[in-house]
């Protein structure tokens, strides 16, 4: 980015002030899209209808209506895309994942999913726009409101971004930390292209303040086959599976992460751990489910933009890993028990749940 440019990290980049010129550069064939998240889904389908491959971070999308779009037109181009839940290319996640899906601790009839929260904030006053930021640009689609800079990312600050604390920017820990978490569930439950049929919830959202995302939150969730998931900031940040025959428990352990993805508040946890040391020593068989095995997120996408194969988390997953933090998110905000229809996409018999599948766009940044 030009910012790093500047400094001297790498002289030679070149550096755009507008998307739309890179993406119809002849010479590029791939792009990583690290935007904010109301950012995601308009590159990522303008560069997926130029042709080119994408790399986008998580969450996908926004919005659930976002995500469809996007979704659709990835598969009409034909690219080769990536989503970035890259708990996928650490082993002892698959590791989990397989254990649970060929049947080592029998039938799954609970999983837990265990997130952090983000903290609240206090009023910020208007402040003069940076002459390096085009923030009628960076709003994009949003509502305008006035520049302050915790709304957005203090310069040379590599902490958490304000703006992922604000909603009009995304959903907070739900989609931020939720889309790690429930992709490993859905693929735990073999779920990658499915949802829920039932979710309730209950959280807590600041009533002043300039970060407004939601404190403490408790949801239950029902799947296909009976499956209950609950999720909370009370529970320890991981994926637990139970079974009629044991459960297993997943997180990053010492993992390292980012600023953007903080455990702060996590306890310290085994990597992987289970009810009984024989169910993590079993050995998957070759005649078993064996699901992709990739080292390296950003490796895997290379890798299949020159075979042509499926990526590790494409997009149609990537989509279905962020709908479910978005109909949680949904839950969250109308406080009750909402229907989702993973296969219409859509909540049954339910208006005002339904016209939150989608945001108002401001122009001329909409889809």
């Known amino acids: 980015e030009a910012n790093y440019a500047k400094k001297g990290v790498n002289l030679k980049v070149r550096t755009y002030a507008n998307y739309e010129e890179l993406i119809k550069s002849q010479d590029i064939d791939a792009v990583v899209i690290s935007t904010p998240d109301h950012w995601h889904a308009k590159p990522a389908i303008e560069a997926a209808k130029a042709g080119k491959h994408v790399y986008l971070q998580k969450p996908a999308t926004l919005t659930i209506a976002e995500g469809r779009a996007m979704s659709d037109m990835v598969h009409r181009c034909g690219i080769v895309f990536q989503l970035g839940t890259q708990q996928r290319s650490i082993d002892h996640f698959r590791v989990a994942a397989e254990l649970v899906r ?4 029998g039938r799954v009839h609970t999983v837990q999913v265990g997130l952090p929260t983000d903290p609240s904030g206090e009023e910020e006053p208007e402040m003069p726009i940076p002459p390096n930021l085009n923030y009628e640009k960076w709003l994009g689609s949003t509502p305008w409101v006035y520049y302050t800079e915790k709304r957005v990312h203090p310069q040379n600050d590599y902490s958490r971004p304000g703006w992922l604390r604000c909603e009009q920017f995304g959903a907070g820990m739900i989609t931020g930390w939720g ?26 959202f600041p009533t002043r303040g300039l970060w407004d995302v939601h404190g403490k939150y408790r949801i239950e969730m029902l799947y296909p086959n009976d499956v209950r998931v609950q999720v909370s900031d009370e529970l320890p940040i991981g994926v637990r599976f139970e079974g009629s025959e044991g459960w297993i428990f997943v997180t990053r352990g010492n993992y390292s992460v980012t600023a953007s993805d903080p455990v702060a508040n996590a306890k310290k946890e085994k990597a992987l751990s289970a009810s009984d040391a024989k169910i993590l020593e079993s050995k998957i068989g070759p005649n078993e489910i064996n699901l992709i095995r990739s080292r390296d997120q950003h490796g895997n996408w290379l890798e299949c933009i020159r075979s042509r194969q499926l990526t590790i988390s494409p997009v149609e997953v990537g989509h279905r890993s962020t709908s479910v933090c978005l109909v949680c998110h949904i839950a ?3 406080k009750r028990k909402v229907y989702w229809d993973p296969i219409l996409e859509r909540f049954k018999n339910d208006d005002e749940a339904n016209a939150m599948i989608s945001r108002p766009q401001r122009a001329p940044y909409q889809l």
Request: proline letters at 3%.
């Open 179 to 204: 889309v790690h978490h429930f992709d490993i569930a859905h693929w735990g439950l073999g779920a990658e292209f499915s949802g829920p049929l039932e979710v309730e919830a209950w959280a807590e």
């Open 102 to 105: 060929n049947g080592r601790i």
């Open 332 to 334: 969250m905000k109308l």
